[in-house]
């Protein structure tokens, strides 16, 4: 086992948390009382999938996939003590628009929420003729501010770093197409100003089997002393349908659109109940991570079959050792 890699952030001692008590495969491991979120948490959700959490005031807060029984898809916001019990909002988040050209998303689905400077950045799944990336922000998870769409459609898995780098702001996404897209590789765009998004770069395609239709950015990316940690969903087209697992990847500290070391098995992919049935059977979605520098574990929120939310668990020597033994 190697010491040789840091988790550079700061040290979060409430991490959500709980030791391998089995042996399994690979350096992740679930959660023995997943799922965390059922799907009718609130009087509204038909499912509670694909969302992310982020350390808030001494707890968490987080923005919700809360798919309604309409089936709708809509995000709310929600607050936790211990990052596992949450109270999420009945009421979904009403953005403040300051621009009245900036158009109300006609769906919003698959948030992740990033610290940025002095806020919370939240991006999202934007309805807007087609899915394109939405972004916001929130300084207390009550009160949500749209800003202009990052990107134009057709795109998803919108994913911002959580500092400058080269002094730009850098998102990941992942060009695609009106329906369940068939194909998708993960770009790498710049700005400096949130606004304005260019110099786009090509970080990586499918490669292993299990990721061998298409790959999207999952959680904010984790800075450590060896590059960007990324988790990242893949998808297989198997002859029942779309399989999504996902791994991890560590890009280049100076240019994260450089790929240096990426894990070929999948790390976590549908193999427990709550990931095989539900209203899409067989889907592991990553949409936030928390990271404890002092100790070096990594909590993973994960959607389970587009219906439950679950949490993964991993200490970076472990998942570096594995990354680097299997790239
Ligand atoms: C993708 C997105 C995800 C979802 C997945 C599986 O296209 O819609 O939100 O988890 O399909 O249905």
Known sequence: ??????????????IPWEERTTRGQ?????????????????????????????PFEGGFAGVFRCDDIRRQMVLHAGRSKDGINWQIDHETIRWIRDDEE??????????????????????????????????????????????????????????????????????????????????????????????????????MGPREPWES?????????IETSEGWLLFHHG???SCNGYVYSFGAVLLDLEKPWVVRKRCKPYLINPRELYELAGDVPNVCFPCAALADAATGRITIYYGAADTVTGLAFAKIDELYDYIRKNS
Not at 155 to 160: E, P
Request: overall charge positive; charged content about 20%; proline content about 9%.
């Open 1 to 14: 086992m190697s010491n040789t890699i840091r988790i550079i952030g700061p040290d979060l001692p409430n």
């Open 26 to 54: 690979g350096p992740l491991w679930r959660y023995s009382r997943n799922p965390i979120i059922p799907r009718d948490l609130i009087p509204t959700s038909n499912s509670i999938f694909n969302s992310a959490a982020i």
């Open 102 to 203: 900036i158009e109300e998303p006609t769906y919003a689905y698959d948030p992740r929420v990033c610290k940025l400077d002095d806020r919370y950045y939240v991006t999202w799944c934007n309805g807007w003729h087609g899915p394109t990336i939405g972004l916001g922000y929130t300084y207390d998870f009550r009160e949500f501010h749209m800003v202009e769409n990052a990107l134009l459609p057709y795109n998803r898995n919108g994913v911002l770093f959580p500092r400058k780098v080269g002094g730009r702001y850098l998102m990941l996404s992942r060009p695609s197409d009106t329906g369940h897209t068939a194909f998708g590789d993960i770009y790498l765009s710049q700005s400096e100003d949130l606004i304005y998004w260019g110099r786009h770069r090509y970080v």
């Open 213 to 221: 239709t298409k790959i999207g950015a999952g959680p904010v990316p």
């Open 235 to 237: 998808v297989l087209t």
